[in-house]
């Protein structure tokens, strides 16, 4: 038997926690009231504003899983940056290597030794040859779509509704009755989306099939799971039918792995046997430092050399950034890939985040919640509707602001940070099982508080 959530309990319970945050952080209160003086909304960028609470908490330290606030409270931190920290934070030997290398030159637009082995590891990883390299995985988004362009000589890029790739204009898209648009929160987008963009659901092989014929995308750009809208996972066959149609039609794959390296080593590229022409990534490579990468084939690589073989293109082409390969992000990523994100600690945080799902799992059957939880590798995620969602349009509609807001104030109260958007939860390598076991008795606790 599942039940509803009682709105009216919700609404007392979310009051209790709101009341309970504020008065356990007063000089975060304080620091935010003073930021009100000189930053737009009290914060630094608009997604602190998302947290749940009156007021973001403010840092004092982090280390590994764990940080404490300015008010002194201590956390399990299983939001990890939204991923920028999913090698932990501040792990000492990518600590170690920043600190080397901010004291013998952090960018000089010249090639360090870092490079190549950088290269090779990730070619490694994603079974592509080529890399180059980015600040964060929007550019190396935007660089790989450029790319497709020129290569295709086509102008559309094809993207799954509710995708995030970054701020990338032509991704900011949804389907509504089988027409591309702009999604509601797209601030300022420069022309109308439908101009540079095709949007089907995801896992829908019938509406990719229709849009690729079309003939005129260059390239289908794609989580090979859908992180950011909860996550979704491709169904039996679809990324078989998604490789087999692109290729049939002209139009290149490119595989955006920033989240889905929570699936191991080489993302899920590596983990599922994908063939894709691009790869693109970032947040985590660098243990937080700026840095990302984009990978490509033999074949897209000697088509790109065309285009940046002369210096006028290579220089203000469209692809580039002027610290886009500096000497401490390449520094960071190797320390990274080679001593911190590794196959071992892959293993280690995989089995974390299965018992991370068992405890959810059973918690929410205790309760008869009609919940579901999905799981990525590392990555949890739990959700408001009974089965998973089959694509971004229904998970959507299932988003429940005030049930979310209540989770994750109830979590924070309680010490343990979950990602602001939907619930999800991430497991770095110095998580532990007393880290995981913390918060299926808190969400146990949240549940008992809302069924019984
Ligand atoms: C799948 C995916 N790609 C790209 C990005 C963009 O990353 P960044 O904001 O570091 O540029 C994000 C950010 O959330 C993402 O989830």
């Known amino acids: 038997m599942t039940r509803p959530v009682d709105r009216e309990r919700l609404r007392e319970l979310l009051r209790t926690e709101e009341e309970r945050f504020v008065e356990r952080h007063p000089r975060s209160r304080g620091l935010f009231e003073q930021g009100q003086r000189s930053l737009l909304a009290g914060v630094p960028m608009p997604w602190m504003t998302e947290w749940a609470g009156a007021f973001p908490v403010f840092v004092d330290e982090a280390r590994g899983a764990h940080f404490t606030d300015v008010d002194g409270n201590a956390y399990v931190d299983f939001c990890l940056g939204d991923t920028g920290a999913m090698a932990g934070h501040s792990p000492p030997e990518t600590a170690g290597a920043i600190a080397a290398q901010a004291a013998r030159g952090v960018t000089l637009m010249l090639p360090t030794e870092d490079s190549a082995w950088v290269g090779d590891e990730l070619g490694r990883r994603f079974g592509l040859p080529y890399w180059q390299f980015a600040l964060t995985a ?7 779509i450029r790319l497709a ?8 890029v094809l993207v799954y509704a509710w995708c995030y790739h970054g701020t990338v204009d032509e991704t900011f898209a949804i389907a509504v009755h089988g027409e591309t648009r702009s999604r509601p929160d797209n601030v300022g987008p420069p022309v109308d989306l439908a101009v540079t963009t095709k949007a089907i659901e995801w896992n829908d092989t019938e509406a990719l099939e229709a849009a690729l014929a079309e003939g005129d995308i260059a390239c289908v750009l794609a989580e090979p799971a859908m992180t950011n809208i909860g996550i979704i996972l491709p169904e039996p066959g679809y990324h078989e039918a998604l490789r087999a149609l692109t290729r049939e039609h002209g139009t290149l794959l490119v595989i955006d792995e920033t989240h889905t390296i929570c699936a191991g080593p080489g993302g899920y590229t590596q983990a599922h046997g994908l063939e894709p022409d691009l790869v693109t990534l970032g947040k985590p490579i660098a243990g937080g430092v700026p840095a990302a990468a984009y990978g490509m084939g033999e074949e897209v690589a000697a088509n790109v050399e065309e285009y940046l073989g002369t210096l006028e293109v290579s220089d203000v082409g469209g692809i580039g950034g002027t610290l886009s ?10 320390a990274t890939l080679e001593r911190v994100l590794t196959t071992e600690a892959f293993e280690r945080m995989i089995a974390l985040g299965a018992r991370f799902e068992a405890g959810v799992t059973d918690a929410i059957a205790a309760h008869g919640a009609p919940w579901h939880v999905t799981r990525l590798g590392c990555r949890v995620e739990y959700g408001f509707r009974e089965a998973p969602p089959r694509n971004g349009s229904e998970a959507a509609a299932t988003t429940d602001r005030d049930l979310e807001r209540f989770l994750h104030l109830h979590a924070l109260n309680r010490g343990i940070l979950m990602t602001p958007f939907h619930n999800m939860a991430l497991m770095c390598p110095a998580t532990t099982e007393a880290d995981v076991d913390d918060h299926t008795r808190a969400f146990g606790q949240a549940l008992d508080a809302l069924f019984d």
């Open 325 to 334: 390969g500096n000497a401490l992000s390449l520094a960071a990523t190797r």
């Open 149 to 156: 362009r020129a290569i295709t000589r086509r102008p559309k």
């Open 138 to 144: 929007t550019d190396a988004n935007r660089f790989a």
